[in-house]
């Protein structure tokens, strides 16, 4: 089965941070761009940024741009997201996505495979 495993969420102070991790099983994870979203209480979903198979290649949402780093690590399946300098504004429920298709990005990551989620709350 098809399984992402986010952790590392937590309560952190502003200007704080946090590195998050998503474990993926059941799939060829290289072979998958892969996303971070997230969803503040009361919101939809907001895409946070992107990594394509190789790593090499990264995108952000403007509010998290030199704020936060997506990495992934291919031998361990893993894709990770550091946030730092965090804001009250960055509290929401953080997902893992995998991209619906294979060797290509279609940014359609309402679509895609998705974690359980991980919280994070940024307040004094």
């Known amino acids: 089965d098809v399984q992402l495993v986010e952790s590392g969420g937590g309560l952190v102070q502003p200007g704080g941070s946090l590195r998050l991790s998503c474990a993926a099983s059941?799939?060829?994870?290289?072979?998958?761009?892969m996303y971070w979203v997230r969803q503040a209480p009361g919101k939809g979903l907001e895409w946070v940024s992107a990594?394509?198979?190789?790593?090499?290649?990264?995108y952000y949402t403007g509010s998290v741009k030199g704020r936060f780093t997506i990495s992934r690590e291919n031998a361990k399946n893993t894709v990770y997201l550091q946030m730092n300098s965090l804001k009250p504004e960055d509290t929401a429920v953080y997902y893992c996505?995998?991209?619906?298709?294979?060797?290509?990005?279609?940014?359609?990551?309402?679509?895609?495979?998705r974690g359980q989620g991980t919280q994070v709350t940024v307040s004094s």
């Open positions: 059941g799939f060829t994870f290289v072979t998958y761009w």
């Open positions: 990594i394509n198979t190789g790593g090499d290649t990264t």
């Open positions: 996505v995998r991209d619906p298709a294979q060797n290509r990005s279609t940014w359609d990551y309402f679509m895609g495979v």
